[in-house]
């Protein structure tokens, strides 16, 4: 990366928010990564697609240049990308030519985590995992294999776990992530937020983040709707104990003490109710229970928020007065990450208690109403009814968990109960970094008798693995069609703009060739996915051609708020806003949220919290050449005076130890006045240990190797893990 583009994605990324530029200059090392093209086209050639970066799936037109890989800016037609990447889809090139990538199918030859193997063909590959897969079934049924995947590009293989008959499938993305408030919206609602979140950021008068630190947080679209936001003087609230690049838009910073958002939010519902600031009309025709809930909260005034959260009693009702004063174009935004302490789902209920107050759920500036292309699916023969029920909830432990659960299944695993997980199958999805308490997680995959990882770099996951099956990066494959539910309908396709550098292949194939292998291949009637692709979009008057040219095509306009004629329809039992909740009560759970003060550190000890980079992905592009020059190794914040009181220098390296003894990978101290007393600071997914990840390899500290305490959430089995302390060891 040459210095002037390295500048410009800095600026982007750290102070002036929005403008995700479509930059990226080959660095030397990309140039010739093309060896293995076959036709090398002269000239430019423009090939649209859509990132695979993270899971926002922004439009992006790829670029070669005589055949080679050069550039991927957005796609103007894409309503997500808007025609800009962030910084981490424009190094999305360097996925393709990072040399750590797995090439070729291996089998474990020693212990499990060893990280010693052979590579053998994908004929070999498929017939050892076939061969254990039936075993396990005539043994233990189809239900003892279970599926986590991440994305996209697990829906072929789900289908082929599917044909096998298991309906264990999860994903971290909800008990590790937005599980706990897409449960509290639907719980207040009935309705989830679902991704893209339907939050109408740009619209908004007053935005209000609890954590949600966008501009870190790169999703595209809503970094960009933040930026035209701030531009247009939006009253911007943020309350984090660490001051983050969005505190620095906002009019007022709250410098919450972690962990007790909840009773910030019942304050500021006092304030609103006990000075009628809510919408009145809308919670008249909408509202349920709201007697009831506002007797309930008349005791948490600002005052006795204030030894709670830290926040002065008079900032909280001057910001309760600008929320109100802005409604309903006042969005209280919902978060994402939200899996912090195991009381998330009261605390996201309380989120959307505040917006009903606001009225902003189905109003301009406020929650929009998402609609989305539709393209029948394919007609398959039907899967086999699974004999057992799912593994991951046994008697709906967690009554309100609305998809599969993660931990739950690695319990089920670790357990035999409520029966026995025999193997893991596991797609883009790193689960020693994505899981609490990796501890666990290795226990669970001792007790296997498979354990098969899809994987496009050697992850800590892989290093665990009997099987490792390397993929083609998104660059080099087809994937399912692209729709998400958003502000217009539109459909998105991902095509190879290149050829794979070594036996790697595409999941459809992967999934495809296994299902063969299983005899199982009456669940695949297409030849290839081109066939599949183009069946589907033909039953739309469309091709897939015409699709591959176009990249996007756009889909009928639909009314997204009340004012534009949606019906204000409720999910809920009673068909309306549930301000205090007959389900919860009956389940035995606060119908109306309760505060509880959390666990805190023990002298000498800071909590451990976490983020983002806007260069990086979770744990799957340290290894990026392109944004690894960007950001090579993390930091952990310390403030300035707890600096000094332990004598830590700036730059200095040392260890994090948490409460239960387990100690880091080396990690370099920033120290600032941007983080509060109480807590440090550290971006997530660093600190790698696989061997085979060599250019990654021991920089910066992992967060998840410290999280090995979590407190589930007992609404819906979401795995807080904003619980951990640590204390620092010099000697590095
Ligand atoms: N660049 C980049 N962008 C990403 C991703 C990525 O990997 N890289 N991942 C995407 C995904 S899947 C997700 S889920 C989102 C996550 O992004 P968010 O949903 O924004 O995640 P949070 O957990 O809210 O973010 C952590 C912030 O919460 C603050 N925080 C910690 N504890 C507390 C607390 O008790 N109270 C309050 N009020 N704040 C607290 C931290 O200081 C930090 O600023 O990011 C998405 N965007
Ligand atoms: N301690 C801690 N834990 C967390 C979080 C945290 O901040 N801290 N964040 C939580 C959140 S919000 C989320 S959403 C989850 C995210 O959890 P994950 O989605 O599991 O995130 P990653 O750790 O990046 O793992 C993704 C894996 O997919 C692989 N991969 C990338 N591209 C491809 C591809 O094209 N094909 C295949 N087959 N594999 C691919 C990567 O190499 C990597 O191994 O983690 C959660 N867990
Ligand atoms: S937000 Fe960034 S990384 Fe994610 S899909 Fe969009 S451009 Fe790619
Ligand atoms: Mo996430």
Redesign the pocket.
């Known amino acids: 990366m040459n210095s002037i583009s390295r500048r410009k994605f800095l600026k982007i990324s750290g102070f002036t928010i929005g403008a995700a530029a479509a930059v990226s200059t080959l660095s030397p090392m990309i140039k010739g990564a093309n060896k293995f093209n076959k036709e090398k086209v002269k000239g430019i050639q423009k090939i649209p697609t859509y990132c695979?970066l993270c899971f926002w799936k922004c439009g992006a037109v790829a670029y070669l240049k005589d055949g080679e890989l050069w550039k991927i800016e957005g796609n103007p037609e894409d309503p997500l990308s808007k025609g800009r990447l962030c910084p981490r889809g424009s190094g999305g090139i360097g996925a393709h030519s990072d040399p750590d990538r797995l090439r070729s199918p291996l089998i474990r030859t020693r212990n499990r985590g060893e990280e010693i193997w052979k590579e053998v063909t994908w004929d070999e590959a498929l017939d050892y995992i076939a061969e254990k897969m039936n075993k396990i079934k005539t043994e233990y049924g189809p239900e003892a294999v279970a599926f986590f995947a991440?994305g996209i590009?697990g829906t072929f293989l789900k289908h082929t776990l599917n044909a096998y008959g298991t309906q264990n499938f999860a994903a971290?993305?909800f008990a590790?992530?937005r599980g706990p408030r897409d449960v509290g919206f639907e719980l207040t609602f009935g309705e989830a937020i679902g991704s893209p979140e339907r939050t109408d950021i740009e619209n908004s008068k007053c935005l209000v983040l609890l954590g949600s630190h966008l501009g870190e947080n790169m999703h595209n679209s809503q970094v960009q709707e933040f930026a035209n936001a701030v531009q247009k003087d939006a009253a911007i609230i943020v309350v984090d104990p660490r001051f983050s690049v969005a505190a620095s838009k906002a009019k007022y910073y709250l410098a919450i003490k972690p962990g007790t958002d909840i009773a910030l939010l019942l304050a500021w519902m006092n304030v609103i109710v006990s000075e009628k600031l809510y919408d009145v009309d809308y919670i008249n025709k909408f509202g349920f229970g709201f007697e009831q809930f506002a007797a309930e909260i008349s005791q948490y005034t600002p005052e006795w928020a204030y030894p709670e959260t830290g926040i002065d009693p008079e900032l909280i009702r001057t910001t309760a007065r600008v929320m109100s004063q802005y409604k309903p174009a006042t969005l209280i935004h919902p978060g994402?990450?939200t899996t912090w302490y195991g009381d998330d789902s009261q605390r996201s209920r309380a989120v959307a208690l505040l917006n009903a107050l606001m009225g902003s759920w189905g109003r301009k500036g406020g929650f929009f109403f998402p609609t989305k292309f539709a393209v029948p699916g394919y007609p398959y023969p039907a899967y086999p009814e699974p004999i057992k029920p799912k593994v991951d909830n046994p008697d709906k432990k967690y009554p309100f968990a609305s998809e599969e659960i993660t931990t739950g299944i690695r319990d089920a695993t670790i357990t035999g109960k409520p029966y026995p997980i025999k193997s893991w199958f596991v797609?883009?999805?790193?689960?020693i970094?994505?899981l609490?308490n990796e501890d666990e997680t290795i226990k669970a995959i001792q007790n296997l008798d498979l354990m098969v990882v899809?994987?496009?770099?050697p992850?800590e996951?892989a290093g665990w693995a009997d099987v490792v099956l390397p993929?083609s990066?998104?660059l080099e494959r087809y994937d399912e069609l692209h729709s998400s539910p958003f502000k217009e309908q539109f459909l998105g396709i991902r095509q190879p703009v290149i050829d794979a550098p070594g036996d790697q292949k595409p999941?459809w194939w992967i999934a495809k060739k296994l299902a063969e292998k299983l005899g199982l291949g009456n669940y695949y009637p297409w030849n290839n996915i081109e066939e599949y692709l183009d069946f589907r979009l033909k039953k739309i008057g469309l091709s897939l051609d015409e699709l591959k040219k176009k990249g996007i095509v756009h889909g009928n306009k639909a009314p997204i708020y009340f004012e534009d004629g949606i019906a204000p329809e409720f999910g809920t039992p009673s068909g309306k806003i549930e301000f205090y909740s007959p389900q919860l009560a009956a389940a035995g759970f606060d119908p109306v949220p309760k505060y509880k003060r959390p666990d805190q550190p023990p002298a000498g000890y800071f909590r451990l919290l976490?983020?983002r980079a806007p260069v990086h992905?979770?744990?799957?592009t340290q290894s990026n050449r392109i944004l690894m020059d960007m950001m090579e190794e993390n930091e952990v914040w310390v403030n300035a005076d707890i600096a000094n009181r332990y004598g830590l220098k700036n730059a200095q390296h040392i260890r994090l130890k948490n409460q239960d003894g387990v100690v880091s990978n080396k990690i370099k101290v920033k120290i600032t006045e941007r983080i509060r007393t109480d807590c440090v600071y550290m971006v997530?997914?660093f600190g790698h240990n696989s061997k085979m990840l060599k250019s990654a390899f021991g920089k910066g500290a992992s967060?998840?190797q410290l999280?090995t305490k979590y407190v589930t959430d007992p609404l819906m089995g979401g795995t807080g893990?904003n619980v951990n302390f640590v204390t620092f060891e010099m000697e590095a």
């Open positions: 695979d991440h590009g971290p993305s590790q992530c994402r990450h797609y883009a999805t790193n689960l970094h994505a609490p899809v994987d496009v770099i992850s996951i993929e990066v998104y999941n976490f983020g992905t979770f744990s799957r997530h997914g967060d998840a999280v893990m």
